[in-house]
């Protein structure tokens, strides 16, 4: 056979051939796929009562030493929370004072003798039995009485009850300046506190909300840090309140 015609028979098979498969294939029109439409998913409407009273149990950290008043955590929750319910009245008391220890705010209490009728008791307390050196058992058995404390003045309702970790001075300026060693002690120390408060928390079924690490970004974001170079800043306080809501908003759904 020629070398031209094996060629032509060649191109005929080959378009034959094709042909076939075009005819046996399923049409390649691409087929839009059908729009999807995303479950309906309602924004929660449980309600709250009309008039909230809201008390914060602490030290420094709960007065906001060296920020403005309404940039201290329980201003700007309060705050946060009547942005949330405008129908709602929110009331404020603040049991804190600086330098407090354990034993400074159970005695506060006792003298001040609020009312037991709280719909939020918000308690963050301990940095300063560890500042000045108390003996970790103090606070072993003054913590679990400041908490049963805060749920009775919460009308005797755990689930009103949030407790907060201690913040961590190490990481400020003013830690920085004991020394690297000192500034371990410091984080190691604290680590007992919290995981000590957190852990009784959990067994008694308490609300406990972890902060710590927010605080230990403030060597390197110094905007965290108040002016005083030790305290949290208005921005810090925020980052509390940004994780507390949501934990807030069930404890005072009815």
Same mark, same amino acid.
């Given at each position: !056979?020629?070398? /031209?015609?094996?060629?032509?028979?060649?191109?005929?098979?080959?378009?034959?051939?094709?042909? &076939?498969?075009? =005819?046996?294939?399923?049409?390649?029109?691409?087929?839009?796929?059908?729009?999807?439409?995303?479950?309906?998913?309602?924004?929660?409407?449980?309600?709250?009562?009309?008039?909230?009273?809201?008390?914060?149990?602490?030290?420094?950290?709960?007065?906001?030493?060296?920020? &403005? =008043?309404? &940039?201290?955590?329980? #201003?700007?929750? *309060?705050?946060?929370?009547?942005?949330?319910?405008?129908?709602?009245? +929110?009331?404020?008391?603040?049991?804190?004072?600086?330098?407090?220890?354990?034993?400074?705010? %159970?005695?506060?209490?006792?003298?001040?003798?609020? =009312?037991?009728?709280?719909?939020?008791?918000?308690?963050?307390?301990?940095?300063?039995?560890?500042? /000045? @050196?108390?003996?970790?058992?103090?606070?072993?058995? #003054?913590?679990?009485?400041?908490?049963?404390?805060?749920?009775?003045?919460?009308? @005797?309702?755990?689930?009103?009850?949030?407790?907060?970790?201690?913040?961590?001075?190490?990481?400020?300026?003013? $830690?920085?300046? +004991?020394?690297?060693?000192?500034?371990?002690?410091?984080?190691?120390?604290?680590?007992?506190?919290?995981? +000590?408060? =957190?852990?009784?928390? !959990? /067994? /008694? @079924?308490?609300?406990?909300?972890?902060?710590?690490?927010?605080?230990?970004? $403030?060597?390197?974001?110094?905007?965290?840090?108040?002016?005083?170079?030790?305290?949290?800043?208005?921005?810090?306080? *925020?980052? +509390?309140?940004?994780? !507390?809501?949501?934990?807030?908003?069930?404890? %005072?759904?009815?």
């Amino acid at each position: !056979m020629k070398p /031209q015609f094996k060629q032509i028979v060649t191109v005929i098979l080959s378009v034959f051939l094709l042909s &076939c498969n075009t =005819e046996d294939s399923p049409s390649e029109t691409p087929v839009s796929p059908a729009p999807v439409i995303p479950p309906t998913t309602q924004v929660p409407t449980t309600p709250i009562s009309k008039s909230i009273n809201y008390l914060a149990l602490g030290d420094s950290y709960t007065i906001g030493q060296s920020v &403005c =008043e309404t &940039c201290r955590y329980p #201003e700007q929750l *309060k705050a946060s929370l009547k942005a949330l319910y405008p129908e709602t009245s +929110f009331s404020l008391k603040v049991i804190a004072t600086t330098g407090w220890t354990t034993n400074n705010l %159970l005695t506060a209490i006792k003298e001040q003798n609020p =009312e037991s009728n709280y719909d939020l008791v918000t308690l963050l307390i301990g940095v300063n039995n560890q500042y /000045q @050196g108390r003996d970790f058992s103090v606070y072993e058995k #003054e913590f679990p009485e400041l908490v049963n404390k805060a749920v009775m003045l919460a009308k @005797g309702d755990k689930k009103n009850v949030i407790v907060l970790s201690i913040p961590d001075y190490a990481y400020t300026p003013f $830690g920085k300046m +004991f020394g690297a060693d000192a500034q371990m002690k410091i984080t190691t120390e604290l680590n007992n506190y919290n995981s +000590f408060a =957190e852990n009784y928390c !959990m /067994q /008694q @079924g308490i609300t406990f909300v972890s902060i710590t690490d927010i605080t230990r970004q $403030g060597l390197n974001n110094t905007s965290l840090v108040a002016s005083d170079g030790l305290h949290p800043s208005e921005n810090a306080y *925020k980052m +509390f309140v940004e994780r !507390m809501l949501p934990k807030v908003k069930i404890a %005072l759904q009815d």
